[in-house]
């Protein structure tokens, strides 16, 4: 823990008082999406401060040319930049001829943040005496609607306390913004038009390169003490990227100035380009006649209606509930599962670092929250997404010199290419491709769903096996075939020979393949046809896959009873993380690449993270072996490590470590453990929070179509509740100290196992 300043809560993520340190870290924390665009909590008025202002539109990118190795064969030409969108949420204020800043007032007092998380909203308040003398209260909300997702709204509030006031509001929307990460510091954004329509002002601009056009455009009002007030702005474009609607007005002591601002974006992606300044008086048009207080409304019950099949609840200890229900709330802003075109980035919409859309994250641990809280639509969606990429991936193998159909997926894309700009990850971890396969198979088991394969996933599956068959090489000195130069899922170990992780999950991927192949071929005769004609699959090709499959290489110790993480494992110092001294943590800031390189430590996940997917092909023996042996080297200083951890601690009964891991995990970002939330939040790795109750606390696993549990109650706990939705019905999993219940909401009984003993449950409704 790094930080410890969000009050606990069980709905709301709450700062109190005002530290200009930790500005840019509470940007992040109270960020809010509505799935089609999101926005860090930068403040509306002006700030000179230290801040990081990022406004993000889903789906809209700029391929940022890369600084190195682009020259090499197959190296990508360019990293995939999430895009600094034009800002919309823009009030500067001038307060008697003094500009509101919460960097220059003499004090600033009673300063609260609150999000929302029950019904999403940020609110903001504070009371601030300016430099003249002049004490002002001041309340803000803001919420995107989740609705009508291309509308944002602002209610703010001013009320000066001891004197008159002359408030002077300058509103404004402006494209001329930049990436905080563009390699070589360029604009990524060229102005295209501004136009005004009596109190409404539209700015279109349009990215460079990907040519995504997007209009952001507002509209004010304003009241005093809750009577409207007609006030005639005056407008001004102050650039060709900016315009500005100043104006005044004129208020007493005590009471209260309103300004009312709706705001947003329209983009080309869902618009036709000559109709985008169209379809954003639309959506004013839409907000007006709504009206604030009612969209207030619909934002309140469509965040009820999300949490109705998405909350967990924790009795008995407010931080584990503050914690899941942030991981929960950030997943629902990112990705609603409305548009089967985008995915889920690493940052969401609150932050840069990562760039891309999708990463091996969205199969390994996003697929299992989004498929068990929203339905089997949304989860095929996400499958959807990689088998529509299927000829980028065929490119990407090609680039490296693969063929006859072999598929790579990228570890970061847009659109299926390839933009990671590190070789050590571009070229070498390619267990992405596994990944992808596996959510493949946990779809099916989890779904029932027998007919993505044959219609979709099949031709996937063939691509991704064809590369691994390809990647292995006979090794005549082992007699068997090895995987060399490749990075597993710890990033602290590059360019290693026989990576445990990525070879098992290579030969289960083809062995699943070829076992989809026969299946397919004897009950899905026409789909077979089809793909044998488009993918020219031969039976020698399978029977070589299979051979390859069937003899491939695993480093073992007999000393030590364990898979080695890789060929020379052994040769390292393995001194366990616990003796490191805290001045050397985290190491990934603390130590050189050389140092980190050439050491024991795991940075997350790696021969247990094939011990998770494939769970039942080991014993609790080994799995209690090989956490003993590795988790004590690992430094866990990945986002994505302490929710597999937990899940197998909790697994082997050891729930202390279980529930010290799930809290790492769910307060990642709440308290900073990795020194990194101003950056931006680990949005995907969320995700893993879910799965560390569902499967971890809760024991969830499907075998032979069946749920089964096996829950464990933390000590710190009470109780916990959780639903999922198998197969068209809904399930409560409530799991207390007089044992585990069971609520169904189906039309059909449903047989479930508790410690492999069976229970039939009726439908409750």
Known sequence: ?????????????????????????????????????????????????????????????????????????????????????????????????????????????????????????????????????????????????????????IKYDIKPLNGDAKIVYKSFVDAGVKNE?????????????????????????????????????????????????????????????????????????????????????????????????????????????????????????????TWEMADITIEGDVKAQQGIRFNIFQLNQTYSGKDARLNIGPKGFTGEKYGGSTYWDTEA?????????????????????????????????????????????????????????????TFEEIHRNAAIAFAIFNYTRFTGDQSYIPEAGLEVLLGIARFWKQRFNWSSDKKQYVMLGVTGPNEYENNVNNNFHTSYCAQWCMNYALEQIDHVKYNNSEDFVRIVKKTDITEVELADMKEVASNIYFPYSEEHGVYLQQDGFLDKDLTPVSELSKKDRPINQKWSWDRILRSAYIKQADTLQAFYYFEDQFSKEELEKHFDFYEPLTVHESSLSPCVHSIQAATLGRMEQAYTFYLRTSRLDLDDYNKEVHEGLHITSMAGTWMSIVEGFGGMRIKNDTLYFEP??????????????????????????????????????????????????????
């Open 365 to 425: 641990y996003c697929l299992p929250f989004y498929m068990a809280t929203k339905n089997q639509e949304v989860a095929r969606n996400l499958l959807m997404y990689r088998y529509n990429q299927l000829d980028k991936a065929i490119e990407n193998a090609e680039k490296l010199g693969f063929t006859d159909g072999a598929a790579l997926y990228p570890m970061v894309t847009m659109n299926g290419e390839e933009c990671h700009n590190e070789w050590e990850i």
């Open 712 to 765: 464990r109650l933390p000590e710190q706990w009470e109780e916990f509740t959780f639903k999922v939705n198998f197969r068209h019905q809904i399930l409560k999993v409530i799991v207390n100290k007089e044992g585990t219940t069971f609520e169904l909401e189906g039309t059909e009984p449903l047989e479930v196992y508790v410690f492999e003993e069976k229970v039939t449950l009726q439908p409750s409704i």
């Open 1 to 153: 823990m790094n930080q410890d300043y969000i009050i606990p809560n069980a709905w709301s993520i709450i700062e109190e008082g005002f530290e200009k340190d930790r500005v840019k870290s509470s940007e992040s924390l109270f960020s809010i999406g509505n799935g089609a665009m999101g926005q860090r909590a930068n403040f509306e008025e002006f700030y000179s401060g230290d801040t990081f202002q990022g406004s993000y539109i889903a789906g809209v990118y700029y391929p940022d040319k890369t600084k190195v190795g682009w020259w090499k064969n197959g190296y990508p030409e360019y990293f995939a930049k999430v895009l600094n969108a034009p800002v919309w949420i823009g009030i500067n204020i001038e307060i008697n001829g003094e500009q509101l800043d919460l960097n220059t007032c003499k004090e600033v007092k009673n300063f609260r943040r609150e999000l929302n998380m029950k019904e999403g909203l940020l609110d903001r308040s504070f009371t601030a005496i300016l430099p003249s003398g002049l004490e002002i209260e001041v309340n803000v909300r803001r919420f995107l609607a989740a609705d009508l997702d291309e509308l944002g709204a």
């Open 181 to 305: 990460d563009a390699n070589w510091e360029e604009i990524f954004w060229e102005p295209i038009t501004t136009e005004i329509k009596g109190e409404q002002a539209f700015v279109q601009a349009r990215t460079f390169k990907t040519h995504f056009n997007v209009v952001t455009f507002m509209e004010n009002s304003f009241s005093v003490n809750n009577v409207k007030q007609t006030i005639s702005p005056s407008a001004q474009t102050n650039t060709e990227w900016k315009v500005e609607f100043t104006y005044e007005l004129n208020v007493k002591a005590n009471e209260v100035a309103t300004i009312q601002k709706f705001g947003g974006y329209v983009v080309s992606t869902n618009h036709e380009e000559n109709e985008l300044i169209n379809a954003a008086e639309n959506v004013l048009a839409q907000a007006n006649e709504i009206g604030y207080e009612q969209l207030l409304t619909n934002q309140k019950a469509a965040w009820a209606r």
